[in-house]
C-alpha cells in the first residue's frame, strides 16, 4: 500500500473479498424490533473477525425496509459468518418480524476509498 498523503483518502484494494448488499422488510410497524435485533447481532460481530463491515441503513422512502451491506476476508469469512452463534440468534429472532424472505445480492468488492477524517472522528455511543 502505498505511503498515505495527510488529508487525502485512504485508498485501499480488496482482492478476494465478497459483499452482500440485503435488503430486508419489516412487517408494518415492526422496523424498530428489527433495528434492535440487528442491533443486538452487530454488538457481537468481534466473534466474526473475517466479517470486516457491517452497515444497518433505514431505507428513507420504504419505512419497513432495512438495509444491510456485508464485507468479508474472503469466502471461508462468509461461511463462518453463517456457522457462527451470533448469525444463528439472528436468523432464529428475525423471521417472525419479516414480511418475506430477504433480497440478497452477492457482490466482488474491489476498491475502496475513505476520508480518513472518518477514522478520527468521535464514534463512541
Known sequence: ???????????????G???LLVRLTAKEGLRLALLDVLNSYTDRLAEE???ELFIVS???????????????KDE???EAHRASAPFAVLMGAMPP????????????????????????DDWAF
Open 1 to 15: 500500500m502505498a505511503e498515505q498523503v495527510a488529508g487525502e483518502p485512504l485508498q485501499v484494494f480488496l482482492p
Open 17 to 19: 473479498r465478497m459483499s
Open 76 to 78: 471461508e469469512a462468509q
Open 97 to 120: 418480524l419479516l414480511e418475506g424472505p430477504p433480497a440478497v445480492l452477492r457482490m466482488d468488492p474491489l476498491r475502496m476509498s475513505l476520508q480518513q477524517g472518518v477514522l478520527k
Open 49 to 51: 473477525p473475517g466479517t
Open 58 to 72: 433505514v431505507d428513507p422512502d420504504t419505512p419497513d425496509n432495512v438495509w444491510l451491506f456485508e464485507i468479508f
